[in-house]
T-cell receptor
Framework: KAGVTQTPRYLIKTRGQQVTLSCSPI?????VSWYQQTPGQGLQFLFE???????NKGNFPGRFSGRQFSNSRSEMNVSTLELGDSALYLC?????????????FGQGTRLTVV | QKEVEQNSGPLSVPEGAIASLNCTYS??????FFWYRQYSGKSPELIMF????GDKEDGRFTAQLNKASQYVSLLIRDSQPSDSATYLC??????????????FGRGTQLTVWP
């Protein structure tokens, strides 16, 4: 069974640009969550999608957005990039059925904003 | 505010010893807990999850949950140098929750020296 796949693995962007990151969850998993990891703040929740609907959102500005497609693949977008957006962006997938809430992470996309 | 606190370490133990990692949580609504291991430059890897009070064992790993004290721990027996990593504790709202948000601690860095 394939794991969670994130693309691209690495990105370098300049301030003011926008970026789109992609996540393909484990087959059969319907929930996709996104997290930002930085040395200073640790792992912080961005948002979660389930069956194409955003169910939960963390405390990030509106520049951070996402969506989920009917095949459960998800994308997140960051507009007007700032230097502070440099981070490892992690996607996690979960079956999200009763009693099975374990989340499995992809390898992440390391975004560097210069 | 849902928070998970971990002793930041670093924790250093000799090979073969027991490593004890601890975590406390602030919200009694958090009923599911997860331990992730993260090697430097890699994404978090799920080690164990625990929902019920008491101990749960899986190989060299034992997770302990005490809901009355709002305390979670992970014991690693017969520690190996390959166990050297950052260990992340995470909580979720409840076992049957359909909300896929995890609250992460900052992690404890463990070093196992030969």
């Amino acid at each position: 069974k394939a794991g969670v796949t994130q693309t691209p693995r690495y990105l370098i962007k300049t301030r003011g640009q926008q970026v789109t990151l992609s996540c393909s969850p484990i087959s059969g998993h319907r929930s996709v969550s996104w997290y930002q990891q930085t040395p200073g703040q640790g792992l912080q929740f961005l948002f979660e999608y389930f069956s194409e609907t955003q169910r939960n959102k963390g405390n990030f500005p509106g520049r951070f957005s996402g969506r989920q497609f009917s095949n459960s693949r998800s994308e997140m977008n960051v507009s007007t990039l700032e230097l502070g957006d440099s981070a490892l962006y992690l996607c996690a997938s979960s079956p999200q059925i009763a009693g099975e809430t374990e989340a499995f992470f992809g390898q992440g996309t390391r975004l560097t904003v210069v | 505010q849902k928070e998970v606190e971990q002793n930041s370490g670093p924790l250093s133990v000799p090979e073969g010893a027991i490593a004890s990692l601890n975590c406390t949580y602030s919200d009694r609504g958090s009923q599911s807990f997860f331990w992730y291991r993260q090697y430097s430059g890699k994404s978090p890897e799920l080690i164990m999850f625990i929902y019920s009070n008491g101990d749960k064992e899986d190989g060299r790993f034992t997770a302990q949950l005490n809901k009355a004290s709002q305390y979670v721990s992970l014991l690693i027996r017969d520690s190996q140098p390959s166990d050297s990593a950052t260990y992340l504790c995470a909580g979720a709202l409840d076992r049957g929750s359909t909300l896929g948000r995890l609250y992460f601690g900052r992690g404890t860095q463990l070093t196992v020296w030969p």
